[in-house]
């Protein structure tokens, strides 16, 4: 998983925190409460038992030991997708799904282009000295440390998928998190990557973002490592398989693709046997320079032989044990950087594995659960600690229907995503596949990359709709961590609420935004399916993630002693589940979303409201269409939720349609005039970081293109400025029309 919680720091586009009157949200809150759920508690006989004996069941019957073995299964061999255990693991799953009592369960095949290293031949990094001899080289692989699974032979060696092939030999450049702006910076002190190779440290924005930019300013290759700074503890020795520290010669798998929208060869399109693909060659998805990540030991080793004739600024530096210079020059003259990459890009078949529990009243109507279960080695945090809680939802969901003969209202899906770490493809395949019928259908989609990541708290990121779901359902589960209970915290809620609050709402935890890197892309950013992502955490992210030692002995030993952390993830996923599927009106708090688009218009219009006026463009028609749609969405709340009769089935039905729908309207079929592959013209990510939020995300990316800079004259977009913001005017205007009008 990627979360957006380590990338704050380049979180600067546009992202209002929470509203500006949250009392507006607390009323509209307690009448959402009344009307919906209360109601939907107690208006009918039919849902009001099973709302509630059904989530105080599943919070009963969730069990670690469960959880435990089901990790140990998915942890005892490498999943990397398109290899024999990816089918087997999908296999499993459908077994498990269909164990458990789901009505169906199936494995569901993409052909898909991946990419793997050569077998037996390494990756490497090399100090060549002035006789052209060897002095120093990366070991290519990482030494098992923790336990008996990481000695397996399918382990694959040190790569970074779709990387390009081939060998450089040149001078170094350190270029900081290789950012546009680094780059600038490195300009402006007479430094030019160009011709030689970039060593760019990893964190702030993904990966694949900062190999297209090293390329793009005309680097040769990229190194990359990730700093001490955030992979060891004052005691640098305690790394794994004691702590969760990661050991010096940990390095970081994870693809260097810049794919949206899935499988490279199959766009817009499902890689299905009839799919017509595009050629390989030349691909813009696919880099040209060869890249490879090393551990920071190995990495030290590195920076120790770069020239200190142009050091570092200070806040270019970390922990790293060795001198941050830029280079591009080596200590010793003749000497050279070699970087030998040996990866081969293959078509191959991956699976996802879909199981469904019918609805008993809609069973058209769909809340989808989420977890990809590919790894690099073992993921056993990630994604594994999800895909472990996920089946064991499964078993307690089958478990009751069994025993209580109950089903839920809404039909359950529960979906295990492949190939998720080369590009989200299993799940953008299957979106793009069925993008028809989730449009039609889909109410939800709860996403769990990683259920546990640390132990400190819950964090989640959601779609403003759902915000709310989030907190409220935490307040049900158990605390799992004993000290905290002691405290006097008893539920995941009330931990949570130390760690993080909003900034306006009070008495709330802060509820992020979804942003990129995740299974939901397909979902919300092309579809238009409210989302959230959630988990247990300690800080963003674990330091061995995408490494070998993100193993069982991390999750059982280290992060979650006992997987209680598990246990309540699961059980958070599993409630949220069920008020979904089982509450007689959908619980989406659409006036959160009118408070969310009214704070973001207000930011974008105060950091580029000057600049847009400057070149004739005015906000006006997103505001008076955003105003009809905050009047709508009162008008909808106060006098058509409150009166429904929930007796009349064609009334409520008619009621929940509009709310499942409203987030479609967000969608622009003709896709952000900056990446045509996403749609949704208030949440998708910007083109220059793919795993950053921003808020209008169409416009600001073409903001920043033409620059702030009046002088700049670029008047085509200053052109697709004006007609985006058409759009946008028009897909708010109707939005609101949507929830009281016709026509
Ligand atoms: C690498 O170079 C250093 C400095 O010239 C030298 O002291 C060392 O012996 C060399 N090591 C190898 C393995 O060649
Ligand atoms: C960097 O060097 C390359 C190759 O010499 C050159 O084409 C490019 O213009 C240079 N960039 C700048 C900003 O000087
Ligand atoms: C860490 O281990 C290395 C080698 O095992 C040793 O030389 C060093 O003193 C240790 N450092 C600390 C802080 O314990
Ligand atoms: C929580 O995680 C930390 C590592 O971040 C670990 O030291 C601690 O023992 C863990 N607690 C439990 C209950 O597993
Ligand atoms: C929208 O924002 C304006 C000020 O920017 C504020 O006066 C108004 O109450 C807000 N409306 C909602 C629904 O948040
Ligand atoms: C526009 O100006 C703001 C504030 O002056 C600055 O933070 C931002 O980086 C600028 N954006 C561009 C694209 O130049
Ligand atoms: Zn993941």
């Not at 060593?199 to 900062?210: A, D, E, P, T, Y």
């Not at 009751?400 to 953008?428: D, M």
């Amino acid at each position: 998983m990627w979360s957006n919680q380590d990338l704050s720091e380049t979180k600067t586009m546009l992202e209002p925190s929470k509203k500006s009157d949250y009392w507006i949200v607390g009323i509209a809150l307690i009448i959402f409460f009344t009307s919906g759920i209360l109601i939907g508690r107690y208006g009918t006989s039919h849902d009001s038992q099973h709302v509630l004996d059904v989530k105080q069941l599943v919070i009963d019957q969730i069990s670690t030991d469960q959880i435990s073995s089901n990790l140990r299964y998915l942890t005892s061999t490498p999943h990397v997708a398109g290899t024999a255990q990816d089918l087997l693991q999908a296999e499993w799953m459908r077994d498990r799904f269909l164990e458990a009592g789901l009505d169906e369960a199936k494995t569901v095949p993409y052909d898909v282009l991946l990419s793997y290293p050569l077998p037996g031949v390494m990756n490497k990094v090399s100090l060549i000295d002035d006789h052209g001899r060897i002095n120093y080289t990366t070991a290519g692989r990482q030494p098992p440390l923790g336990s008996p699974e990481e000695y397996s032979e399918d382990i694959m060696h040190n790569f970074n998928a779709f990387s390009a092939s081939g060998v450089v030999e040149g001078n170094v450049v350190y270029v900081h998190y290789g950012r546009k702006k680094d780059y600038e910076f490195l300009l402006s002190r007479g430094i030019n990557v160009s011709g030689h190779i970039a060593l760019i440290r990893l964190g702030v924005i993904f990966r694949g973002s900062k190999v297209e930019l090293a390329e793009r300013y005309g680097a040769i290759g990229a190194i990359l490592f990730s700093d001490r700074i955030e992979k060891t503890s004052q005691d640098r020795n305690f790394t794994y398989p004691d702590s969760w520290w990661m050991p010096g010669t940990g390095a970081e798998y994870g693809h260097v693709g810049r794919l949206r929208g899935g499988d490279l060869l199959t766009p817009y399109y499902p890689a299905i046997e009839s799919a017509f693909r595009i050629n390989e060659d030349n691909h813009p998805g696919l880099p040209k320079i060869p890249v490879l990540a090393i551990g920071y030991e190995e990495a030290e080793v590195i920076l120790r032989h770069i020239s200190p004739e142009n050091p570092a600024p200070t806040k270019w530096g970390g922990k790293m044990d060795a001198p941050y210079n830029i280079g591009p020059n080596l200590r010793y003259p003749g000497w050279k950087v070699r970087l030998d990459v040996s990866i081969a890009n293959e078509r191959r078949t991956t699976f996802n594995t879909i199981g469904i529990l019918k609805g008993s009243v809609e069973d058209d109507r769909y809340v989808l659960l989420g977890n990809h279960r590919d790894a690099w080695t073992f993921g056993a945090l990630d994604p594994s600690s999800g895909t472990a809680s996920m089946i064991e939802i499964a078993r307690v969901f089958g478990n009751i229907k069994r025993e209580q003969n109950w089903r839920p209202r809404r039909t359950i899906v529960f979906c295990s995503w492949g190939a998720h770490e080369y590009g989200l493809v299993g799940s953008y395949e299957w979106t793009q596949q069925h993008a028809k019928v989730l449009n039609q259908r889909a109410v939800a989609y709860l996403n769990v990359d990683t259920a546990v990541s640390g132990n400190r708290t819950l964090f989640g990121n959601a779609f403003p709709t759902l915000k709310h779901l989030l907190v409220d359902t935490a307040k049900l589960i158990p605390n799992p961590n004993v000290n905290e209970v002691k405290f006097g915290r008893k539920t995941v809620f009330d931990t949570w609420i130390t760690q993080s609050r909003d900034r306006e709402i009070v008495d709330q935890p802060s509820v992020g935004n979804l942003g990129g890197g995740s299974d939901f892309e397909g979902f919300s950013y092309v579809v238009g399916i409210p989302a959230v992502d959630f988990g247990y955490m300690t800080n963003g992210a674990y330091p061995t993630r995408y490494s070998l030692y993100d193993s069982y002995h991390l999750a059982s030993n280290i992060v979650d002693r006992g997987f209680v952390h598990h246990q309540a993830v699961a059980r958070m996923w599993a409630v949220m589940a069920i008020t979904l599927s089982d509450s007689t009106v959908l619980p989406f708090d659409i006036l959160a979303y009118a408070s969310y688009l009214n704070q973001s218009l207000s930011l974008l219009q105060s950091r580029y409201g000057g600049v847009l006026l400057q070149n004739g463009v005015s906000l006006k028609h997103v505001r008076v269409s955003l105003d009809h749609f905050v009047f709508a969405v009162k008008n909808f709340n106060n006098n058509v939720l409150k009166n429904v009769d929930h007796s009349d089935i064609m009334a409520v039905r008619r009621i929940n349609d509009k709310l499942m729908y409203l987030e479609r309207f967000f969608i622009d079929p003709k896709g952000l005039p900056e990446h045509p592959e996403t749609n949704h013209i208030v949440f998708s990510t910007s083109t220059s970081d793919s795993h950053t939020f921003s808020s209008f995300a169409g416009l600001v990316d073409l903001i920043v293109k033409v620059g702030n800079n009046t002088e700049v004259d670029d008047p085509d977009t200053w052109i697709k400025i004006r007609h985006h913001l058409s759009v946008v005017a028009f897909l708010i205007g109707e939005a609101g029309r949507s929830l009281n009008g016709d026509f």
